[in-house]
């Protein structure tokens, strides 16, 4: 534990509460699982052939710098929350040092890899994009009709970083007949209800909780959705939106992480993290009643397709492994 240790006096990590419950956080993981990693590890029987892959850039992977037995290959996927130090007080433990043992690093958003080359340019040949994806489940249904009223969904855990209460503060700006569908549940569930409480009459609040993909997906094939909402202060890639465009569903989404990648003009709107929601109450209020509409749905599914689709970023991202396999050989 000497290096954690280290870490913490080299970082100054305990000045501060936010660095030192992380430092704590991951000293305790590394702890408690570095024994079990090791007894994993032990049974691989050729080391130079083996491709160690850690779909997350932390926890299991932050184990990296504490084993001895050396591997031609080892990736690490970087999404958002396990990617940006800004969120833990502008500190990881021992990133470099995990940076340094890995072959690459690929993050799903091109701004990700960015952020890393900006952060630790000597590894900057490290790092590569290889984009999520999601399976194709059918489009929302859709018919040109006199609007009597809207539909608008969400869909994300009930957390401070998803920040969903502020969907109902944008919602008070509107005058339209609104339902909003929410689909997901966290700690912030009670905040949630009470601002769905305030709401006024012309807007009714459906609080689905937590459901199986099955079940979401089924709703978006049955339901006749106007928009989809997501106004997280931070993110990745959102898969939650990468299912919505998948269905045609035109998005309204915060101007984070990788979201701008996926969110454009042609398919909806990109807000500011900081957004008011009065403008953009009047901004969804415009989208909604707008006849273009329907050529976002089809530019919703054309980005889905081209950035998306699973068939085509996942074989894609093999390809890419095997590169670096053969690479090392």
């Known amino acids: ?19 030192f419950r ?10 408690t699982y570095l024994p079990v990693f090791k ?8 080391p130079n052939n083996t491709l160690l892959y850690f779909y997350w850039g932390q926890r299991w992977s932050q184990l990296l710098p504490f084993i001895s037995m050396e591997f031609k290959n080892i990736i690490v996927r970087m999404h958002g929350s396990d990617l940006y130090e800004e969120l833990y007080g502008g500190y990881i433990p021992f990133r ?42 059918g489009l929302n249904p859709w018919k040109d009709r006199d609007h009597l009223s809207y539909t608008i969904v969400s ?3 009930i957390t401070y970083t998803k920040r969903v209460r502020l969907i109902a503060e944008i919602l008070k700006f509107t005058s339209l007949q609104i339902r909003w569908f929410h689909f997901g549940d966290g700690p912030e569930m009670v905040q949630l209800q009470d601002a769905c409480n305030d709401l006024p009459k012309n807007v009714t609040c459906v609080l689905s ?3 199986t993909p099955d079940q979401l997906f089924d709703f978006y094939a049955q339901t006749p ?3 989809f909402l997501n106004v997280s202060s931070s993110e990745g ?4 939106i990468m299912e919505a465009l998948s269905f045609g569903i035109p998005v309204v989404a915060t101007d984070v992480g990788g979201t701008g990648e996926l969110v454009n003009t042609t398919n909806g709107i990109l807000i500011p993290k900081d957004f008011s929601p009065s403008d953009t109450g009047q901004q969804l209020e415009e989208l909604l009643k707008s006849k273009s509409i329907q050529n976002m749905r089809r530019a919703a599914r054309e980005t889905w397709e081209q950035q998306s689709d699973a068939t085509k970023v996942y074989p894609e991202f093999i390809t890419k492994l095997t590169a670096v396999f053969r690479s090392t050989e």
């Not at 890639?237 to 939650?240: F, G, I, N, R, W």
Request: glycine content about 4%.
């Open 155 to 157: 869909c994300a855990s």
């Open 1 to 19: 534990m000497g290096q954690l240790m280290q870490d913490l006096l080299k970082s100054k990590a305990y000045r501060n509460p936010s660095k």
């Open 39 to 46: 007894n994993v590890i032990k049974t691989t029987h050729d």
């Open 225 to 227: 959705i106007d928009l």
């Open 209 to 211: 909780g937590n459901v």
């Open 237 to 240: 890639v959102p898969v939650s």
């Open 22 to 31: 992380h430092w704590l956080t991951v000293f305790l993981f590394v702890r």
């Open 96 to 137: 470099e040092k995990q940076i340094q043992r890995v072959t690459r690093v690929y993050t799903i958003s091109e701004f990700g890899k960015k952020y890393l080359m900006r952060s630790y340019p000597e590894y900057s040949l490290k790092f590569d994009l290889a984009r999520l994806g999601t399976n194709d489940h």
